[in-house]
């Protein structure tokens, strides 16, 4: 289906794609004929023009994706810029192509639209085993203890158990990595590193949040290794503190497990979200 104002674009847009062997079953003009048409030709695919009168291809993709939010919205437009592209990401469209268009690049986005996206299963089969891994060498290599690992859980919401490191993931896909541990707990371990009693609150803060983040840079690390393709790095801590927080992801499922070692228990938690598909 063609979303676009101009009719001479649909009809080009329309030529491109049945020679690349597509049926064009529905075109929409504005925000007015868009879900109806929609619901009425049930496309695959939805390619989306921004600059348009009345309501934007932001408005229109905004306005589909809560009809349906199965949509497949390829925007495909003139305007490519960092304000664009970032509103469209947040929106939640598919795939971006700018005009002019090429036939074989716009096969070769709507071709990974569809097709199972096997580089995201093979992050979802590998993070949860490097994650671990990564935080058990970590214990291992700052405090020279052993760590064993409880059952595997799907996150739903957790209790914290007093101080919470979130580490977000950047990437081909976007992600989330959560440490959270006992106050207690994060005491042991920074006597252990510092190799003294930590000094104050912060100081015990700041060991939670610079060992978060090496756990997570040393399981980016070996993800990134084992496949390029993933490009994963991990940006600057948060810390929450206070035992009546409550741990959850409204935006990603979290794949958890616990820890336990001398200092106490940890709970380390890792999920990532499929995003955008492709962007040309």
């Known amino acids: 289906m063609i979303v ?29 004929s868009l879900v109806e048409t929609y619901s009425q030709c049930k496309p695959d695919i939805v390619t989306m023009d921004i600059a348009m009168p009345g309501a934007d291809g932001f408005e229109c993709s905004k306005v589909l994706l809560a009809h349906d939010s199965r949509a497949k919205i390829i925007i495909i437009s003139s305007m490519k810029d ?13 795939g971006y192509v700018q005009k002019p268009v090429e036939s074989e ?34 214990i291992t290599r700052m405090t020279k203890t052993a760590t064993t690992f409880s059952e ?9 158990q007093g101080i919470t490191v979130v580490i977000g993931i950047i990437g081909h896909y976007s992600g989330s990595m959560i440490l959270d541990l006992s106050r207690e ?12 009693p930590a000094k104050n609150q912060e100081e015990v803060m700041a060991m939670a949040a610079e060992f978060a983040n090496i756990v997570g840079g040393v399981a980016c690390s070996m993800l990134n290794k084992k496949e390029p393709a993933f490009g994963l790095r991990v940006s600057p801590p948060s810390v929450f503190y206070g035992e009546q927080t409550k741990i959850a992801s409204p935006t990603i499922q979290l794949q ?15 999920g990532f979200k499929k995003g955008i598909v492709l962007w040309m």
Request: hydrophobic share 40%; charged share 30%; with cysteine.
């Open 4 to 32: 676009d104002d101009s009719a001479f674009s649909r009809v080009i847009l329309a030529d491109s794609l049945q020679q690349e062997g597509y049926e064009v079953v529905g075109e929409a003009d504005c925000l007015e």
């Open 82 to 94: 960092k304000e664009t592209e970032a509103e469209v990401r947040r929106i939640g469209v598919v």
């Open 105 to 138: 690049v716009l096969k070769r986005v709507i071709t990974g639209v569809m097709s199972p996206d096997r580089l995201y299963e093979q992050l979802e089969n590998w993070s949860i085993d490097m994650f671990q891994e990564a935080l058990a060498q970590s």
């Open 152 to 160: 595997r859980t799907q996150l739903d919401r957790e209790v914290s």
């Open 185 to 196: 707990t994060a005491e042991k371990m920074a006597a252990v590193i510092l190799h003294r």
């Open 256 to 270: 958890g497990i616990y820890a336990n070692n001398d200092f106490g228990r940890i709970y380390l938690g890792i």
